[in-house]
Each structure stands twice: as C-alpha cells, then as structure tokens.
C-alpha cells in the first residue's frame, strides 16, 4: 500500500511538472485566441506556483521515507561540493553553458538512486542559487529539471544493472569503459534535454519571427518543428558546450569518481543487526 | 530592519508587476524603485561599483534589441532590408521589433534588479529559517549544505596548496582530477563523522520513522485533486468552475498535509521575529501595488498598463495614478518608524 501510494505520489507530481511546462501549448488549443492573450500575461506566474507546489509536494514523499542521518549528512556535503563548483563556474565564467554542476549530480544518482539524485539535483540548484544570489522565478523550473538529471540517473544505475558496485574491480579498467560510455552519452543528452526543457516555460510568451514562435491553434507537429527552429537558432550552440563538458568531465572524473561514491556507499549502508534467539 | 517574508512579498510583486506590464513608463519606472530600494537597503558591501541591474541592462536589452530585430519581420516603419536568402534573418529590419526586443530586455532587467535586491538585502540564514516545519529533513539538508559551502571552498584551497607544494599546476581540466577527488574523499570523511555526532545526539529517533500512511494518502489525493481539476480546467470548458474549485482544493488539500507533516516536527525558535510596523507598511504597500495592476478595476487608467508597438510605435500612455500606485513598492526603503538598516532581523535588545 505504502509503495502503491509512493508511486501514485511520484507519478502525479511528475505530471503536474510536465503539464506546468507544456500547459501555454494546450491553453489555446480549445480556446480561441482572445482568451490566450488574456491569460498571456498570468500564465507564467500560474505555473512558477504549480510548479513549485508540485516540487513541495515530490520533496515531502521523499523526505518522508525515512532518511537516515548519514544519508542527510552524506546529501548534505555532496550538495555542499557541487555547490562550491558553480561558485566557481560563477567566478570564472565557462565556454557557453558549461557547468560543472551537472556530473556530480548525474554519477551521484547513478550510485546512490533515483531518490538521491532527485534530492541533490534539487538542493544542488537551490544552495547554489541561494549562495550565488541566483534566486528567482527560474528556480523551481532549475530545480524540477535537475532533480529530473538526478532520478533518471538513478533508473539509469537500475537499469543498466551496475548498482552492485561492491562487486567492482578496485581499479578503473576493462569493465568500467562501458559504464563510462554510457554515462558520456546520458550526459551529453541531458546537457542539451536540460536547456531544451528549461526554454519551454518561457518560449510560448517569447517573441520572435513567425517560424520560431508559438502562436494559438498551431498543432502538436508545427509547434515542434518551430521549437526546433527556436532551439536551433538561439539554445543549440551554448548547450552543446554543456553536453560536450559533461562528456569530458565524466570521462576524466567518471571512473574515480563512480569508485569514491561506491566505496563510500559501502561504509555507509554498512550495519550490525544484533542476532535474536 | 524589514522582515524576511516581507521582503519574499516585495520580490514577488516585483515579478508580478514586470511580467503582466507592458508598457515601458511603468518598466522604467518599476526599475527605477528596484534600485532606490536596493541603494537604500541593501548593505554596503553588495552597493560596491556600477550597479549589477545597470551592468545587465548594457547586455540584456542590446541584445535582445538587437535579436528580436534581426529576426522578427514585423512592424511598418522599415529601417532595412537584408538579402532574403539569409535564413532567418532575411527581410526587413523595423523600429517596430527593435523596440519590442528592447522592452522585453528591460522587463528582463527589472525582474533580475528586483531579484538582484532580494538576494541582496536577506541573509540566507533567514531564508533557511522560512523552511515549513514539513520540511524538517530538507531543511537540516539545507543547513548542513550551507554550513558545509565555507569548509568546502576552504578545504578546496588546502588542497591546491598542497598539491602546489608537490609541483601540482592547475592549467587545464586535467589538472583538476587530483584536486577534486581528494576534495570530494575528504568531503564524504566529514559527512560520516557528521552522520555520527547526529545519531550520537538522538537525530534517528526522529527522522527513522517514515511517513504515516494517512499522509501519504492525502497528499496523493490533493495532486490527484488538482491534476484532474487543471486538466478539466483546459480541456473542458463547460466545466471551467467545478475545475477551478478542485485546483483549489487539491491546493488546500496539499497545504493541509503540509500543516499535518509540520505538526510532527516540534521546532524551538532561540530568537523569535518580531513583525513591525515597518513591515507592515511594506505588505500593505506591495497590496496597493496588486490591487493597482490585478484587481478589475472599471478604471481606463488600468489599460495603460498594457502595449505593444506594433504595427506602428507610437509614444506609449501613461496613468499618473497608476504610476503613484506603483511606488508602494518603495515602503522598504522608508525609515519613517526605524532608524536602523533594512536587513538585520529583528531580535530582541540583550538584557
């Protein structure tokens, strides 16, 4: 019962998100375009809320499951170390979208879960946002989409069936490589998916030539393909220098990295149940 | 000495106010008191140099000029032609989508200033401290987060010193692989002995139990509540007020569990906020400037808030009394009842 209602939860918020960022779109669809004009102006302010109120009720299951100290403690430092690495993305600035926040969050998912990952890509975006003064109406969008990198590198470390890391070799050769390709192409894919999903909230009210703007009635193909020409023309090169520095970063930092964060899990989940009878 | 929930309020009717006007009096003149604000209350080490919203002005509103310009064929008064075989960019070049691009740079440049302001004027700790009772784990996360920024980027340079004193540089993305992973080693080292010292002082007792079913229940009961309702709200418009009763009580029903989970976490303040008049002035006047720019009004005066300069521009109007009401977003930086600074909480006199 307790899972059947954890997923219900799980589930419900994912889709108050994902209709949150798509919900300009079907707005106007039965509508006719005075009413879209007219709700043109509130509709971002409406879903910041639903956004926010969606991510309040996700981190409310998550939290409640139980989380050990060393589990709070162990999130609460990581948070602390990819948060120090956007102060410096911050300080010194990057080729494009470059960010080094990005890899920590995906490899700590991949090792730890989806749960994990959901909660450091989240409090990974608000302390980082906190300490650089990057707060505002974009943070619960940034901290939907990061915690989204963070969970699907978790079902990424389930599906691939490489959780059991403590039947890994000490040293990062031979069976790590596929690990290590298949992670690289997981970030470069999120270092585009994340600004292409950031883009949707505010893309419906932007302005811009016919051919890349919204505009009421538009199907669901030739809304696509003028997103496409919008993300082309304005997202694709700054976010392809946050998928290749994914890329690079996890081929230099993904073996010992992936390496730390298991033997630490390990240590960790390491406990003495006393015998009985 | 205003309060931190005040200012939330103030940034947020900022945001509110920048995104529903269109029109560029009110924009300018909303940034305008965004920067007297933050002149007045934001301490003296964030007011060093050029102001920060001045400096994202130079780029923001250039450049969204000058995109929106070159790519929005629209508006009658023609500055150029580029070749039609420029893909996008081909065709001609108005004062019209200029003008347009420039408004949207400077209504982007508003929020950022009013932001910029917030971020500026409200200590993080005070933040932390606005954490819902419900949210007792995220909120020692958080807190640890914070504590642990200070250690970290201190622990970072240690280890820079040390792998210098080795022969260590730092000259490309290479060179970081032994100064990250000893970082990141000697991070995880902390977190266990913090893990302990929290175990070691009755954390697990509290945090070990999940969550009780009931809770679990209505809280997968208010999304249900509130998905159904918006969906209904968008795709059933005969239904639009039975939809919009169910979003807000699939809201209420998620702030109830919110109360319900807050409930179980007993919480003891050592310096309580007191809420002051000056605060007070603060809400009332961000309520002034909601109730100018929302409300219904049957008042022409209200219309001004909107424009667009297409097809042709033409000089925008302007409401006096819209522009008065706007200035209730300046309360913070009145000192009419204080004679202290703008940012410090409020806690009581040492005796």
């Known amino acids: 019962m307790r899972r059947s209602l954890s997923a219900a939860i799980y589930v419900l918020s994912t889709a108050i998100g994902v209709l949150a960022f798509v919900y300009p779109f079907v707005l106007d669809v039965r509508a006719t375009g005075s009413l879209g004009v007219a709700h043109s102006q509130d509709a971002p302010l409406v879903t910041a809320a639903l956004v926010g109120l969606s991510l309040v009720a996700l981190l409310v299951e998550l939290q409640g499951q139980a989380i050990s100290a060393k589990t709070v403690a162990m999130l609460g430092v990581l948070v602390a170390i990819t948060s120090v690495l956007r102060f410096v993305e911050v300080a010194v600035p990057m080729p494009g979208g470059f960010s080094p926040v990005f890899v920590p969050i995906i490899l700590a998912g991949y090792v730890f879960g989806s749960r994990f990952g959901f909660l450091m890509g989240a409090f990974t975006l608000l302390v980082s946002g906190l300490i650089t003064g990057g707060v505002g109406p974009w943070l619960p969008y940034q901290m939907f989409a990061s915690g989204w990198v963070g969970m699907s590198a978790g079902w990424l470390g389930q599906i691939s069936n490489l959780q059991s890391h403590s039947q890994r070799p000490a040293s990062g050769t031979g069976d790590w490589r596929l690990e290590i390709v298949v992670l690289s192409v997981f970030g470069f894919a999120w270092g585009l998916l994340y600004g292409a999903i950031i883009n949707v909230y505010f893309w419906p009210f932007a302005a811009g030539p016919v051919e890349q703007t919204w505009a009421p009635g538009i199907g669901p193909g030739e809304t696509l393909a003028r997103y496409a020409a919008f993300y082309v023309a304005t997202s694709l090169g700054w976010d392809l220098m946050r998928a290749a520095g994914n890329v690079a970063l996890i081929l230099l930092l993904g073996v010992p990295m992936v390496h730390t964060l298991a033997r630490f899990q390990r240590r960790f989940h390491f406990e003495v149940h006393p015998a009985h009878g | 000495m205003v309060d931190v929930r005040a200012w939330l309020l103030w940034a947020l009717t900022v945001l509110v106010v920048a995104s529903s006007a269109r029109n560029p009096f009110y924009v300018v003149l909303l940034l305008l008191i965004t920067m007297v604000v933050g002149a ?133 993305l290479r060179d970081w692989l032994p100064v990250f992973i000893p970082l990141l080693v000697s991070g995880l080292e902390r977190s266990m002995g913090l893990a302990e010292a929290m175990v070691a002082r009755g954390y697990g007792a509290v945090s070990d139990r999940a969550q009780p079913l009931r809770t679990q229940a209505l809280l997968a009961l208010g999304l249900f509540v509130l998905l159904g309702g918006w969906l209904a709200f968008l795709f059933l418009p005969s239904w639009k007020g039975v939809a919009l009763g169910g979003m807000i009580v699939g809201v209420g029903i998620i702030v109830g569990v919110l109360r319900l989970a807050g409930r179980a976490v007993p919480r003891t303040v050592y310096r309580p906020y007191r809420w002051s008049r000056r605060d007070t002035l603060v809400v009332l006047g961000c309520g002034l400037v909601l109730a100018v720019t929302l409300l219904p009004w049957p008042w022409p005066g209200r219309a001004t808030l909107a424009y667009t300069p297409f097809p042709r521009l033409t000089l925008p109007p302007f409401d006096p009394l819209v522009g008065l009401g706007l200035l209730g977003l300046v309360a913070p930086a009145a000192r009419m009842y204080s004679s202290h600074g703008c940012t410090h909480p409020h806690y009581p006199k040492a005796k």
Request: net charge positive; proline share 7%.
């Open chain 2, 40 to 172: 007045t209350c934001a301490p003296a080490r964030g007011r060093r140099g050029a102001p920060s919203s001045l400096r994202f002005a130079a780029v923001a509103v250039p450049m969204a000029a000058l995109f929106n310009g070159l790519t929005a064929h629209l508006g009658d008064t023609v500055l150029l032609r580029l070749p039609a075989w420029l893909p996008l960019l081909g065709g001609p070049v108005t004062l019209e989508a200029l003008a347009f691009g420039a408004l949207n740079g400077l209504t982007l440049t508003t929020i950022f200033s009013g932001f910029a302001v917030f971020n500026q004027v409200t200590p993080v700790r005070d933040l932390v401290r606005l954490t819902p009772r419900a949210f007792h784990e995220a909120g020692v996360v958080l807190s640890i987060a914070l504590t642990f920024v200070p250690q970290t980027t201190r622990s970072l340079a240690r280890i820079r010193e040390a792998q210098a004193v080795r022969g260590h540089r730092v000259r490309g």
